[in-house]
């Protein structure tokens, strides 16, 4: 069974940079995509990036120049490189298996626990 570990999460001030990190236990397959979604306070949960397995990377309008997804398989790890933080990413940031084509959440699929990320002005 997969299991996914967010870390690196914590406070940064808003200009500054920050990257997560994501640790992959179990099994995968590689038809399923990788990405970060986030949740701010009393919002809904939304996608940030994804990486698909022909390696396509995707990214909200929100964070495109900013954040950048990558993946290093030999240390099962999932990463997110925050860049020029802003206080409206301050959110609770979060890893997922996706196993829908079109990347978009399903039953199913395995997620992190969650990790905060508070940006300061």
């Known amino acids: 069974q997969v299991q996914l570990m967010e870390s690196g999460g914590g406070s940064v001030q808003s200009g500054g940079s920050l990257r997560l990190s994501c640790a992959v236990s179990?099994?995968?397959?590689?038809?399923?995509?990788m990405a970060w979604f986030r949740q701010a306070p009393e919002k809904e949960r939304e996608a940030v990036a994804a990486l698909e397995p022909d390696g396509t990377k995707t990214y909200v309008d929100s964070v495109k120049g900013r954040y950048t997804i990558t993946q290093d398989n030999s240390k099962n790890t999932l990463y997110l490189q925050m860049n020029s933080m802003k206080t409206e990413d301050t959110a609770i940031y979060y890893c997922?298996?996706?196993?829908?084509?079109?990347?978009?959440?399903?039953?199913?699929?395995?997620w992190g626990q969650g990790t905060q990320v508070p940006v300061s002005s």
């Open positions: 997922a298996e996706l196993k829908h084509y079109s990347c978009a959440p399903q039953p199913g699929d395995n």
């Open positions: 179990g099994y995968t397959y590689s038809q399923y995509c």
